[in-house]
């Protein structure tokens, strides 16, 4: 790399936000560069959304294989092999990351890999060569936050999880959040012991109560143990390799610890000083509206932002910055009404207002539920039961906000997201006629 070249825009990070943002920039006709020390594709292709996503599905033939044998089917022999699954996601997950440095190749987005610091408003080094810069973009994600306990070098993380050498006979997850409960699925349908350990009393807490009271029960019923109240202490690798992990005044032994207690913004090592960049108490890039630092020439989008960590978020992000700056069209995020979804066993998601959130701001909610056995369940003779559930303003019908558990609720959900975003009514959702038998249908059917 020759030495101070000159480009529109410098992005820091070849993550979804960032390779959204220098493709679309580069398109209005900027010159672009990005760089990445990592992998191309980021947290959700490489370590994230993409992998677990695809141990989810290969966890469920779990349960699949034993359903099939009410449905008919005959399956001795069926066996599980951790590596053949294991192996084939990563190499899935190759194969996306390539895609991902051809989209940017295509859009002729110079690609540089090593590690970028900030020496100045529009100046970096990558590994002690300059880049001018009018604007640069950070966009480096966020990383899976350590707990500050002794031992804690004996977990794990997202990170690490994908690349086990094997399944834990017995394995304990940290955390409350969407990261431990899906991770608690994945390996209680591959055979492992799971126990969930919360320094509090509640798991998924931005959720709606009934919801992710439901996935509790559920996964009780499955046989993962949880914890409550029960802040991690140490761990401590014994003479037989097991981990000895103390929480509170008692102990756990397992052959693995996977700390999911949460992820912090990327922001060490970037030299954002240097520019005058301000970060927050998180260490999280402030920006405005528009996605711009402290330092005028300086953007931030992603999970580096803290603002909502999602995927689809920092898609947005990359896209609005890039308009807004290069394409000479203000353009703002509207972060109201984001749909989300929990992949655990089995799935749920939600969008708008929880009930709780709706009575605390509106006053006057009416609450539809739908609380039934799939009809799959029920062949299957799978004592297991979804739950749909609409939270709708009273004053003058309208949905305010969308909740359910069961199977392919993520999928279900993501239309009725439409219906939440465009303010429709309770009536209107009433007229519409069912598709017959589906699940779905329960949404238009709630008297």
């Known amino acids: 790399m020759s030495t101070g070249i000159n480009y529109d825009l410098l992005v820091i990070g070849a993550g979804s936000g960032g390779v959204r943002a220098a493709r679309i920039a580069s398109g209005l006709g900027a010159k672009v560069a990005i760089v990445e020390e990592h992998r191309i594709g980021g947290t959700c292709v490489v370590r994230g959304c993409v992998p677990k996503k695809l141990l989810v599905y290969g966890a469920h033939f779990a349960e699949d294989l ?4 009410r449905f008919g089917w005959q399956l001795a022999g069926a066996a599980f092999d951790w590596p053949t699954l294991r192996d084939n996601v990563l190499a899935e997950v190759t194969r996306l990351s390539g895609l991902y440095r051809q989209t940017l190749e295509t859009h002729k987005v110079d690609i540089f890999e090593g590690h970028a610091a900030i020496t100045g408003p529009n100046s970096a080094q990558i590994d002690g060569h300059k880049i001018n810069a009018k604007f640069i973009l950070v966009a480096t994600g966020a990383r899976p936050q350590i707990a500050a306990v002794p031992g804690i070098e004996h977990a794990i993380t997202s990170n690490e999880v994908f690349h086990l050498d094997k399944l834990p006979e017995r394995i304990l997850i940290a955390g409350g959040g969407y990261i431990a409960n899906e991770f ?11 126990t969930v350990v919360n320094r509090g009393d509640q798991i998924l807490r931005s959720y709606d109560a009934q919801i992710r009271d439901r996935l509790l029960q559920i996964s009780m019923s ?8 029960a802040p991690l202490k140490s761990i401590e690798r014994r003479a037989n390799g097991m981990l000895d992990v103390r929480l509170g005044d008692t102990s756990v032994e397992c052959d693995a610890m996977l700390c999911a207690v949460g992820r912090v913004p990327n922001t060490e090592a970037l030299g954002l000083d240097t520019a005058g960049v301000e970060l927050d108490a998180n260490g999280a890039v402030k920006v405005d509206e528009y996605s711009r630092s402290t330092c005028p020439s300086i953007y ?6 803290n603002r909502v960590q999602l995927t689809p978020v920092a898609i947005r992000e990359g896209q609005a910055f890039a308009e807004t700056v290069f394409g000479n069209q203000p353009t703002k995020v509207d972060y109201n009404c984001i749909p989300s979804a929990v992949f655990s066993h089995p799935p749920l998601a939600g969008v708008g207002l929880t009930e709780a959130q709706a009575r605390s701001r509106l006053g006057s909610v009416k609450v ?3 609380d039934f056995r799939p009809m799959r369940n029920v062949l ?10 609409l939270v709708v303003d009273d004053t003058d019908d309208r949905i305010v906000g969308a909740h359910m558990i069961g199977p392919d609720a993520p999928e279900i959900l993501q239309p009725l997201a439409v219906a939440v975003k465009a303010r429709l009514r309770k009536a209107q959702l009433d007229e519409c006629v069912a598709i ?3 699940m779905a249908e329960e949404l238009v059917l709630m008297k």
């Open 66 to 69: 034993e359903d099939a044998r």
């Open 184 to 194: 608690a699925g994945i390996f209680n349908e591959l055979g492992s012991k799971v």
């Open 222 to 229: 499955k046989g993962i143990q949880f914890l409550f109240n």
């Open 300 to 305: 931030a989008v992603g999970d580096v932002t």
């Open 368 to 370: 539809y539920t739908s």
């Open 380 to 389: 299957a003779n799978r004592n297991e039961r979804a739950l749909f559930k």
């Open 436 to 438: 017959h038998p589906t």
